[in-house]
């Protein structure tokens, strides 16, 4: 099984930027769908984006789009969310999943968290002045 660790949450200002790393441990990344979702105080936890392999879908939330970007590193051990122009609105806590299933991200309403089996334990960003 694959365990997930995220890292490079904090506080920012808003307009900054913060670069979000997930790991895997105990295997890769492989050809599984990856998500990364968020989860502010009080909210459901929602989709913010999601790659997978077996459609070469790519999805973005309406909300970040043109904001974040979702990257790997090439041996498939990490993945990045790269989050820009952050508002308060971004104030949450990040996790990276994955989906073992290998469902598409190009589904009507984004990536659904319970399709997602392995969670990383989050990290939390705040965006403030």
């Known amino acids: 099984q694959v365990q997930l660790v995220e890292s490079g949450g904090g506080l920012v200002q808003p307009g900054g930027s913060l670069r979000l790393s997930c790991a895997a441990s105990?295997?890769?990344?492989?050809?599984?769908?990856i998500g990364w979702f968020r989860q502010a105080p009080g909210k459901e936890r929602e989709g913010v984006s999601c790659?997978?392999?077996?459609?070469?879908?790519?999805y973005y939330a309406d909300f970040v789009k043109g904001r974040f970007t979702f990257f790997r590193d090439n041996n498939k051990k990490t993945v990045y969310l790269q989050m820009n122009s952050l508002t308060a609105d971004d104030t949450a806590r990040y996790y990276c999943?994955?989906?073992?299933?290998?469902?598409?991200?190009?589904?009507?309403?984004?990536?659904?968290?319970?399709?997602?089996?392995?969670w990383g334990q989050g990290t939390q960003v705040i965006v403030s002045s």
């Open positions: 790659i997978s392999d077996s459609d070469g879908g790519i």
């Open positions: 999943a994955v989906d073992f299933s290998r469902s598409s991200c190009l589904v009507p309403g984004g990536p659904s968290p319970s399709s997602f089996g392995s």
């Open positions: 105990g295997g890769t990344f492989g050809l599984y769908t």
